[in-house]
T-cell receptor
């Protein structure tokens, strides 16, 4: 398997523009996670899905952020409008429970977002 | 709330064993200890996990104390490519699919 695939790898945009980050999870995984990483706050969980359904979005910073998972092989994280403080590396991860409460997450390479 | 505490940084000589400690004094009986690492500019990578017994795989060994309040990740022969931030995470049980809390981790520098 190619692993979790994220696109684009780098995104530079101007304040106020809409940004869409994309993620293809590992085939067969039924959990998908979106994280944000900054120097100040470290790695934060934004939202996660189970079987394409959002389970917990309490980490989403504000209404400008939205995430969708229209099918098992694709998810998007959208920021509209974007602001300079949204500049960060955004990671997508997927997992499939192994039983007995064990769950290993596999991360993509991330999207580095710069909002000017 | 952070469930684990780790040293901020550590150094290790190349070829020597790197021993990374983690305290998880509030761990509950059904929670696992997981270790991930993040090499610069890459996504976090799973290393190993354990419940009670010591575990070993091709990447590392995990030693969990008998009272399960602390653990140590051992990289037996550290190389320069092992320079990374190492995260110790506790989760499991019926909240197995609860949020994964990544703390600041330990920044390991392997020195030639």
């Amino acid at each position: 398997d190619a692993g979790v695939i994220q696109s684009p790898r780098h995104e530079v945009t101007e304040m106020g523009q809409e940004v869409t980050l994309r993620c293809k999870p590992i085939s067969g995984h039924d959990y998908l996670f979106w994280y944000r990483q900054t120097m100040m706050r470290g790695l934060e969980l934004l939202i996660y899905f189970n079987n394409n359904v959002p389970i917990d979005d309490s980490g989403m910073p504000e209404d400008r952020f939205s995430a969708k998972m229209p099918n098992a092989s694709f998810s998007t994280l959208k920021i509209q409008p974007s602001e300079p403080r949204d500049s960060a590396v955004y990671f997508c991860a997927s997992s499939s429970p192994l039983g007995q409460g064990v769950d290993i997450q596999y991360f993509g390479a991330g999207t580095r977002l710069s909002v000017l | 709330d952070a469930k684990t505490t780790q040293p901020t940084s550590m150094d290790c000589a190349e070829g020597r064993a790197a021993n990374l400690p983690c305290n998880h004094s509030t761990i509950s009986g059904n929670e696992y200890v997981y270790w991930y690492r993040q090499i610069h500019s890459q996504g976090p990578q799973y290393i190993i996990h354990g419940l009670k017994n010591n575990e070993t795989n091709e990447m590392a060994s995990l030693i969990i104390t008998e009272d399960r309040k602390s653990s140590t990740l051992i990289l037996p022969h550290a190389t320069l490519r092992d320079t990374a931030v190492y995260y110790c995470i506790v989760r499991g049980g019926k909240t197995s699919y609860d949020k994964v809390i990544f703390g600041p981790g330990t920044s390991l520098s392997v020195i030639p």
